[in-house]
């Protein structure tokens, strides 16, 4: 009896410390131990080939997380009727993906069946930011990857017109911190961005500004330069900090200068707890850094998916 009851309680305590979907560090250690390797590889070699491809990668992370969980939804192709979250409204610039699907179907060959794709971004945004000159870190895999994409539920990932409050109830709802935001709107120090993610801020900004008074005039003519008057050139626009590809705290120097892109950008100076922490990272790169790892572990880490996909672009 009493053995039967100790069984009984470490079951227990067992299933509560480890729920089935805990991801782990050595998910993959028996199951297909090279995974990680291949991942960098083909972020490393696909990276020689196009420089705008890590700032990609992040992003693509970052908008596969915020919709579901990271449960590779945001690689899923439209099907019949369904519109996927790739052709949804915010899909702007999203591109990049054959780097996940060529990866998926080396690490196929090897280990058929095993690791999500899910894992793959997670750890393509991982390299991504490695590649940049950012930090390292490892990550936490075993990640399911979705049955499930729509192009409406896009209209959820955070707007670039969004003001603090916005951006905080956004984070919140996935269970991110201010700090978290902060943190992790530092992705911005790599990338481009197209004109139409910025015009409401350098033309008719309001019924009595023309430009936005939060933005540097300087830099707001330069901006008004490059982004013709009706949105005429589609591909238009500017580097999200002139050190483009390199992952540095450039980011919150460029805030406190008034020479960041979106209003959400600029947002992070009009709460006392960002603002804070935006003089901090641009004083302190490894604070950044730091920070900027526990936020990615802690986003990268939200649920999704019931399935190991075999192809990223459509379910099994
Ligand atoms: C805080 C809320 C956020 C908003 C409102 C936002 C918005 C945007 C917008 C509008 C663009 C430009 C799209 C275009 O015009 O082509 C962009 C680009 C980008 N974002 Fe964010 N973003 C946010 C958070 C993040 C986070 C958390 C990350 C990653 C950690 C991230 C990484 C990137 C990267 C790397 C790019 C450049 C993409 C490229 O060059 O292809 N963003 N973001
Ligand atoms: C974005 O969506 C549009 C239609 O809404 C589609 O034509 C385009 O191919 C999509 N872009 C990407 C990168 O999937
Ligand atoms: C335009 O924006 C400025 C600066 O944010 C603000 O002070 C002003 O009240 C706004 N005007 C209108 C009509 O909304």
């Not at 979705?146 to 919140?172: C, V």
């Not at 992952?247 to 406190?256: A, E, R």
Request: glycine fraction near 6%; proline fraction near 4%.
């Amino acid at each position: 009896m009493a053995l039967i009851v100790a069984l009984l309680s470490s079951l227990i305590v067992l299933s509560a410390s480890s729920p089935a979907d805990a991801l782990s560090l050595n998910h993959y250690e028996k199951t297909c131990p090279d995974v990680e390797s291949i991942v960098s590889k083909a972020v490393q070699s696909e990276t020689r080939k196009d420089k705008t491809i890590p700032a990609a990668l992040l992003r693509m992370h970052f908008h596969d997380c915020f919709i579901r969980g990271c449960d590779a939804s945001v690689l899923l192709y439209s099907k019949g009727n369904n519109k996927a979250e790739k052709d949804g409204p915010a899909n702007l610039s999203l591109h990049g993906f054959y780097v996940i699907e060529g990866a998926k179907k080396e690490i196929e060959a090897s280990c058929p069946g095993v690791v999500s794709c899910a894992d793959i971004l997670a750890l393509a945004a991982r390299d991504a930011v490695v590649l940049s000159g950012g930090p390292t870190w490892d990550v936490p895999k075993g990640r399911k990857d979705g049955r499930t994409s729509k192009a409406s539920e896009t209209l959820q990932l955070p707007a670039p017109t969004f003001t603090i409050s916005q951006l905080q109830q956004s984070f919140s709802q996935r269970g991110l911190s201010v700090d978290d935001l902060v943190a992790l709107s530092g992705g911005h120090t790599i990338g481009f961005s197209h004109c139409s993610s910025f015009v409401n801020r350098i033309r008719n900004f309001n019924a009595t500004q023309d430009i936005d008074p939060k933005m540097h005039p300087s830099f707001a003519a330069s901006l008004r330069s490059v982004c013709p008057i009706n949105n005429k050139a589609k591909n238009a626009g500017a580097t999200m900090d002139p050190s483009s590809t390199t992952f540095d705290n450039t980011y919150y120097k460029l805030i406190l200068q008034r020479k960041a892109l979106f209003s959400s950008d600029q947002a992070l100076l009009t709460n006392p707890k960002t603002k804070n922490l935006v003089h901090k990272f641009a004083t302190s790169k490894q604070a950044f850094e730091k920070a900027f790892v526990k936020s990615m572990i802690k986003m990268s880490s939200l649920n999704g998916g019931q399935e190991i996909r075999k192809d990223c672009r459509v379910v099994n």
